[in-house]
């Protein structure tokens, strides 16, 4: 059934049909839950939209409000429901297992967190086969700052500009974006390197990363060689010899930043940064809460699109399709050194929570997700790219598979960032329209889609027309 928009936006964009019927809402009214967000949830929990959405129910890539509104779920909860919504499959399991056993704690055995244990870890290459399983992204990247320093009996961990690796006190140390960023000491013994952005850093070609769509900047690389990459490689020797001691615990990358609006590094440039931290005796963590089970589309895993193996890998948001289960994997060497003493997590591991990672990893494979990541992915990729070419203010697409980032500018000359209020007014109109997209970037400039794995070239279709219309609108209003 099509739905009918109560919208004051007038687009053309018909939103694909969904037979999905939503229960009726039967919460408190729409004032009423606002009221209670005021008086008795932190502020620090910011809201998005002038009007804030009241959502109800959700069905594989959509969303339904308490209106019964429907709407195209193109941020997937941060990056987080990577099946689809509810998915049938997982919901099963899970519902299976809450009549079987919720909780014990990982100091006895029980089935689930074995099988999955042996199925999460056979996804991952030699030798990354020990597994500790912890609730979220920022908990997986403190207990792996941990393992690197314990491991090598080093202290300092080298992070990018622009990271954001979780917002934990001790996390925080490597996120390395200001609005995170409390007046409190954090930090202590990380440091942050230049980031590798091939748009907007002072280096950056057209042939520079591994996307469909390449940057607008001039390129005059030979084949086989890129500038930009060695000169960023040379401001990561400049932090080596310069902020941090002979000897290192480690280096954490994302495969592509996420919170940063999908910012791609040149190709060989992990490959080449992994290779000085070694020498330093540091370890490589790839952080791939985002990039992680098949987003990205060639690859199940961010850090082989890269052609290395790290030597800790941390994983969250996607392992749950929205359940809170994260984990760090790692070789037994280093799981060896930090089993000396004792580190407890109640949690972590749950009967509950590794029946719905195995549960994932199911859906992944038999809805053939990493391959529709790619193939929709690339599509979405090339047609976002057309409206680059066509309007001034989109600066640059870039991604891989269902990983995209499209970078907002007042001009493709300046690459100075499109105002907030502009921004805003576009992002607004988009969700007036039907379609829900993230934001990111240091100056909140870049839109951010990443949308449940699932999504069809039809869904695609419509929110390139409405994110065209919203364009359209917004060239209106500036004449």
Known sequence: RQQQWKSSVSTQAK????????????????????????????????????????????????????????????????????????????????????????????????????????????????????????????????????????????????????????????????????????????????????????????????HCRDSPVQTVRKCSCSEGVCHANDQYIEQFKDTLNTSVPKTIAGFIAEPIQGVNGAVQ????????????????????????????????????????THDVVPDIVTLAKGIGNGFPMAAVVTTKEIASSFAQNLHFNTFGGSPLACVVGAAVLDAIEEDGLQKNSEDVGTYMLLELAKLRDKFEIVGDVRGKGLMIGVEMVTDKNSRHPLPAEEINQIWEDCKDMGVLIGRGGLYSQTFRIKPPMCITKKDVDFAVEVFHSALQRHMERAA
């Open 15 to 206: 939103m694909p049909p969904c037979d999905f019927v939503p229960e009726k809402y039967k919460s408190y009214p729409y004032e009423r839950m606002q009221k209670i967000r005021e008086q008795n949830i932190s502020p620090s929990l910011r809201m998005y939209y002038k009007k804030p959405l009241l959502l109800h129910q959700g069905h594989m890539q959509w969303l339904f409000d308490y209106e019964g509104q429907r709407y195209l779920d193109l941020f997937a909860g941060i990056v987080t429901v990577s099946v689809g919504h509810c998915h049938p499959k997982v919901t099963m399991a899970t519902q299976k297992q809450l009549t079987r056993l919720w909780h014990t704690t990982n100091i006895y055995m029980h089935p689930s967190i074995q099988e999955y244990a042996e199925k999460l870890t056979s996804l991952l290459p030699d030798p990354l086969k020990v597994v500790y399983l912890t609730n979220s992204g920022s908990e997986a990247n403190d207990l792996a700052m941990f393992m690197a320093r314990i491991y090598t009996r080093n202290f300092d961990i080298i992070s990018f500009r622009g990271a954001y690796h979780g917002g934990s006190p001790y996390a925080l140390g490597l996120t390395s974006i200001g609005p995170y960023k409390h007046g409190v000491a954090n930090g202590f013994g990380c440091s942050t390197t230049m980031l590798p952005d091939v748009f907007r850093g002072p280096w950056g070609g057209s």
């Open 265 to 304: 590094y040149p190709r060989s440039f992990l490959k080449e940064a992994y290779q000085l931290v070694r020498e330093r005796g540091g370890v490589c963590i790839s952080d791939e809460v985002q990039t992680g089970f098949g987003r990205t589309g060639s690859h199940f895993w961010g850090f082989q």
